[in-house]
């Protein structure tokens, strides 16, 4: 078993069993051992490849679709153009190129912001966008953004979001738990 497996089977002998989102946010976010903080998983090189990565039209029609829903709403300012789970940074790259060139207004006056917890993907996305024009701003949360109209972008990010997971049974709905086995394997609690 790896280390942090190892570290959630004593934490769950210790405490009990743990909901399935506690589960995957130690697997995917944990400082030393987690998936997306220890590993390039994007790309050749990686487990996969986002459409962002494939070609730079993905962000330009995303791009499109912010300027669009901008526009119809009034082009309100301040605004922020938002993405949660930037990856490498490459669509806010593709994004703010197009921006830059459909609304000048939106793109000098707009606030960017990108919302990552991992501290390896910040220094990627930091050297992907270093030329990209705006001031930027790298969040852990999204309750940190201004309280402001807000255009926000999250490709491929449901599949790294650590959530809650309900069963129906005939007692009604119980949040569904990881624990361990008698031989200490993981399994739903």
């Known amino acids: 078993m790896t280390p942090l497996g190892e570290r959630i089977r004593r934490l769950i002998a210790a405490a009990g069993p743990i909901s399935v989102a506690d589960y995957m946010a130690a697997c995917l976010f944990d400082p030393q051992h987690g998936y997306y903080t220890t590993r390039e ?23 499109v679709w912010i300027v669009q829903a901008w526009q119809s709403g009034g082009m309100p300012m301040p605004a922020t ?11 806010m790259k593709d994004v703010i190129r197009t921006i830059r060139r459909l609304a000048p207004d939106l793109a000098s006056r707009a606030d960017f912001a990108l919302i990552e917890t991992s501290p390896r993907l910040i220094a990627a996305q930091k050297e992907a966008l ?35 997971q309900f069963v129906r049974t005939d007692e009604g709905w119980l949040e569904r738990a990881v624990g361990t086995d008698e031989k200490g394997n993981f399994r739903f609690a």
């Open 41 to 63: 998983p994007f790309g050749r090189e990686g487990d996969f490849v986002t459409a962002p990565e494939i070609s730079q039209m993905f962000g330009e029609l995303v791009a």
């Open 130 to 164: 270093r030329d990209a024009g705006p001031a930027l701003a790298w969040h852990s949360e999204v309750e940190t953004l201004p309280a402001q109209p807000l255009f926000v972008v999250g490709n491929e990010i449901f599949d790294a979001l650590p959530f809650r």
């Open 81 to 91: 153009v938002a993405e949660i789970g930037p990856g490498r940074g490459t669509l």
